[in-house]
């Protein structure tokens, strides 16, 4: 589509660098003087490596949805210069279920437009009306302001569905983004780890989970059972974004209501079994191309591409490495043939 932002052209107009922010520690996202100013290992790019931004409406109230609007834009625009690639909103973030909408309608038109001006994806959270049946859904826009898809909360609480709002259909579904394959879950669907398993079986390589409240501790349990990246908030809380390890990358605060991240997609999260020498050949040959961090006690490694002409899809099939994941399952079958014997 010749007038569609793909992601190519898009890094290209922003001149977004090379990771700043590394995947297994919390650091700045640009440091003073530019970005890796003391030379890291962390300075080359990967192939796929994104910039999300989780935010949170502190400024939210039940009675005006422009008003809530208005302060979200405002936090948009005071963080707009960052050029994130797709951004999430809270549960909710500007309506309730007395206040249903239809899609497309004030709220999501109000954030298309802003996807389409700042060429980046938005996650928007809210009580739909459609065909006469109130839902709790995420809006997925597109950087040219287009919807392209839709998540109906599946599990709705108590009080929600008292209201009226009507659960949404299993399983969930995934969408494919210019950058990579996401999943979306809303608030109370975190009580359910089989749908999160769903997405993760679906190719989810990161999960948004929008709110209205936190908890870090389920999040972070997530992200590292079925291996992808979590991006949470709420709708007053702190946000917080998870590696695959559970390892929490950022999380917002007190003085800022957002958090941002940069996501390399071209990483693999694997058990140590039989995976240590080929591990150390890996780094033999490719040095700083490939980043290696052992988590000595949890017997895990993950291991990303650093440099842009290195896919983990390469490396997978020159090196024989099976994620976490997969061999788990692959695991599960060899038991069952003894288990049948």
Not at 53 to 80: F, G, H, P
Not at 184 to 209: H, M, T, Y
Not at 236 to 242: G, Q, V
Request: charge should be neutral.
């Amino acid at each position: 589509m010749s007038d569609s932002i793909t992601r190519r052209n898009f890094l290209a107009k922003t001149s977004i660098g090379a990771g700043s922010l590394g995947l297994g520690a919390m650091q700045p996202l640009f440091a003073e003087g530019g970005e890796n100013e003391k030379g890291d290992m962390d300075a080359c790019s990967s192939p796929r490596e994104i910039l999300v931004q989780s935010v949170s409406n502190m400024a939210y109230t039940d009675d005006d949805y422009q008003k809530n609007i208005a302060a979200i834009m405002e936090t948009l625009e005071r963080t707009s210069s960052y050029k994130p690639d797709i951004i999430c909103l809270p549960e909710n973030c500007c309506n309730h279920q007395g206040n249903a909408q239809p899609v497309p309608g004030p709220i999501t038109n109000a954030f298309s437009e802003y996807a389409k001006k700042n060429g980046s994806y938005i996650i928007c959270t809210l009580v739909t009306l459609r065909d006469n049946k109130k839902h709790n859904t995420a809006v997925l826009i597109d950087r040219n302001g287009s919807i392209q898809g839709m998540y109906d909360k599946i599990h709705p609480t108590e009080g929600e569905c008292n209201n009226g709002i009507v659960p949404g259909i299993q399983p969930p579904p995934v969408f494919k983004t210019d950058f990579g394959t996401i999943g979306i879950q809303i608030c109370f669907d975190i009580n359910w780890p089989d749908v999160w398993k769903s997405l993760r079986e679906q190719g989810a390589e990161i999960v948004f989970w929008p709110s209205t409240y936190p908890n870090p501790t389920m999040l972070s349990a997530l992200a590292s059972l079925y291996g992808y990246y979590v991006v949470g908030n709420s709708r007053i809380d702190p946000c917080y974004i998870f590696d695959g390890t559970g390892d929490l990358l950022a999380m917002s605060g007190r003085y800022e209501g957002w958090a941002f991240a940069r996501l390399n997609l071209e990483k693999m999260f694997c058990e140590i079994d039989f995976h240590v020498k080929k591990v150390k050949e890996m780094r033999k040959k490719y040095g700083r191309k490939v980043k290696v961090k052992y988590y000595h006690d949890n017997d895990w490694v993950t291991i990303e591409s650093k440099s842009p002409d290195l896919t983990i899809k390469q490396l997978k099939k020159e090196y024989g490495l099976t994620n976490r994941w997969d061999y788990i399952k692959r695991a599960e079958k060899y038991i069952d043939t003894f288990r049948q014997a």
